[in-house]
């Protein structure tokens, strides 16, 4: 991004107008923005509010001394004095050039009252700057120029940008606060799902599995004989005969059936085999609290031998998908 930097040139004027003209056109050749006394009037009081406006805008300050002290302001000191101190007192980077023989100066712009306050001057700028000497206009101007490429290198000001790009990255800000915003959202849904999942993994820590027993009151009707049994399994067995089956959604009938033709494949012909509905109950409650099964909560209807009844659906978690997976996968021989 390009930036144009905003310089304002101090110094006393009529004696040096060539020399401020010379630095002003160097100085905006390079692109950059000029401020200085043309604009104002220095003897006017109001004229320093706005002198100052302008060194709170400016991005360096460039002062130049030759053999005046400047017009007087009521507080004693030269405006141009006061307004080196006050670019100090902002910490705008001071930019500062003396003559280096005054000895050479005409006499028409050379100090005759104010000598005292000019040499105080000096030496307070010498004592604060490593400032730069010149003799004539065009070599102050080459030597403004260095010391401002320098610091523009070491010390980059603000500066000055196209609207257009200021908008642009007002865009990209914004754009960076809504991702920021989107992040910050995502953030606190995978912490709100982690957190469920702890409680769900505390909540199943006492929870029967895998080699632990479970028995299953199986009922068996044949013509007018009914027959009431309990088969003793495992969690595991469970799991593994079921898990399968749900891969996609299966009703609690289909889930019965499956179980039934893994717990008790030889049944006679002609019998009908029900698991007690309290032990189905225990099972989808148990696999629901350990996360690895969905209920559908809107059962869907179905028409059978003319009958039209709802039931209840399962289906496999993630987790539970991962579990079976883990479940059926072939382990790995212990012999060597």
């Known amino acids: 991004m390009q930036k144009r930097y905003l310089v304002f040139i101090s110094s006393t004027f ?24 043309e604009l104002f009037a220095s003897d006017d009081a109001d004229s320093w509010e706005v002198i100052k406006r302008a060194i709170d805008q400016s991005d360096y300050y460039v002062l130049v001394i030759a053999g005046r002290y400047g017009s007087i302001a009521p507080d004693g000191l030269s405006f141009t004095e ?85 908008r642009e990255k007002e865009g990209l800000r914004q754009r960076l606060d809504d991702l920021q915003q989107r992040y910050e959202r995502v953030r606190e849904e995978r912490d709100a799902l982690h957190d469920e999942l702890s409680a769900y993994s505390a909540r199943g820590q006492d929870l029967a599995w895998a080699a632990d027993t479970l028995c299953l009151k199986i009922t068996e009707t044949r013509e007018d004989l009914v027959k009431t049994h309990t088969i003793e399994t495992t969690w595991e067995k469970v799991f593994k005969a079921l898990s399968p089956s749900l891969i996609g959604w299966q009703t609690t009938e289909t889930i019965e059936e499956r179980l039934l033709l893994e717990l008790a494949p030889s049944r006679p012909e002609g019998t009908r085999s029900r698991i007690n509905a309290d032990d189905i109950t225990l099972i989808r409650s148990q696999f629901a609290a350990k996360g690895l099964i969905d209920i559908d909560r809107e059962p869907k209807t179905h028409a059978l031998a003319g009958y039209v009844y709802q039931s209840e659906h399962w289906r496999l978690t993630s987790k539970g998908v991962y579990e079976m997976s883990v479940a059926l996968a072939q382990r790995r021989s212990s012999e060597k």
Request: aromatic share 8%; proline share 3%.
């Open 82 to 166: 006061k307004e080196y101190h006050y670019a100090r007192e902002k910490n705008i980077p001071v930019l500062a050039f003396v003559h280096a023989n005054r000895d050479v100066i005409p006499s028409g712009k050379v100090e005759k009252t104010h000598t005292s306050e000019l040499e105080k001057f000096i030496k307070l700028v010498n004592a604060n700057h490593n400032r730069t000497t010149w003799t004539t206009k065009d070599d102050l101007a080459t030597n403004v120029l260095a010391t401002l490429t320098q610091s523009a290198y070491l010390r980059p000001g603000i500066g000055w940008v196209r609207g257009g790009v200021e």
């Open 14 to 37: 009529a004696d040096l107008e060539d020399e401020r003209k010379t630095v002003m056109h160097a100085i905006q050749k390079t692109g950059y923005f000029v401020a200085g006394m």
